[in-house]
Antibody, heavy 121, light 107 residues
Framework: EVQLVESGGGLIQPGGSLRLSCAAS????????MSWVRQVPGQGLEWVSV???????YYANSVKGRFTISRDNSKNTLFLQINSLRADDTAVYYC???????????????WGQGTLVTVSS | DIQMTQSPSSLSASVGDRVTITCRAS???????LNWYQQKPGKAPNLLIY???SLQVGVPSRFSGSGSGTDFTLTISSLQPEDLATYYC????????FGQGTKVEIK
């Protein structure tokens, strides 16, 4: 079955760090673009980061410098390292496969169920 | 950054009604980089339309998309009870940004 399963969320104190995981099955993360999107409870979607198939990472300006996207090809898993956590990082974090055709299409065609990160003392 | 603005923010319509949601970009984007997602309550988002007008596999044909430049539209030709959801547009031309969402309720 083609799916994404996130894990690693939880309650974390401000200033702490967290690594989110996204295990893929049915396809390879190494040959796809993979993204993270977050959603504050009750609010809209915010694109966070993408890693290209060549390993190049890109970030939203709002998280640049604190977030790091990476992947482990042997485990077929995507990661998001979040440092210096703040209250406004509280959100459900989704990973998503990003379908790309160069200079034409770019869309999120497969989403995980999300993992909730709560930043609070 | 390219800002995406949806209107209305919410709407209430009856089963069978035609529903239209508008998405405006702060600058012109190629239509191939405009996508629409549906998020049902408590669920992850799901791709509806990509490239402004291409229907994702498995999505009912009552959904359609159109537009170009800065103005794009999602239309539900005949609203069904299962269409209760929030709908988001997204551009992927420069970085990636979502609209604020349009919540669709059933009267």
């Amino acid at each position: 079955e083609v799916q994404l399963v996130e894990s690693g969320g939880g309650l974390i104190q401000p200033g702490g760090s967290l690594r989110l995981s996204c295990a893929a099955s049915g396809f390879s993360v190494s040959t796809n673009y993979m993204s993270w999107v977050r959603q504050v409870p009750g609010q809209g979607l915010e694109w966070v980061s993408v890693i290209y198939s060549d390993g190049s990472p890109y970030y939203a300006n709002s998280v640049k410098g604190r977030f790091t996207i990476s992947r482990d090809n042997s485990k077929n898993t995507l990661f998001l390292q979040i440092n210096s956590l703040r209250a406004d990082d509280t959100a459900v974090y989704y990973c998503a496969r990003t379908h790309v055709q160069m200079n034409t299409l770019d869309y999120l065609d497969l989403w995980g169920q999300g993992t909730l990160v709560t930043v609070s003392s | 950054d390219i800002q995406m603005t949806q209107s209305p923010s919410s709407l209430s319509a009856s089963v069978g009604d035609r529903v239209t949601i508008t998405c405006r970009a702060s600058q012109s984007i190629p239509s191939t980089y405009l996508n629409w997602y549906q998020q049902k309550p408590g669920k992850a988002p799901n791709l509806l339309i990509y490239g402004a007008s291409s229907l994702q596999v498995g999505v009912p044909s009552r959904f359609s998309g159109s537009g170009s430049g800065t103005d794009f539209t999602l239309t539900i030709s005949s609203l069904q009870p299962e269409d209760l959801a929030t709908y988001y547009c997204q551009q992927s031309h420069i970085a990636r940004t979502f609209g604020q969402g349009t919540k669709v309720e059933i009267k």
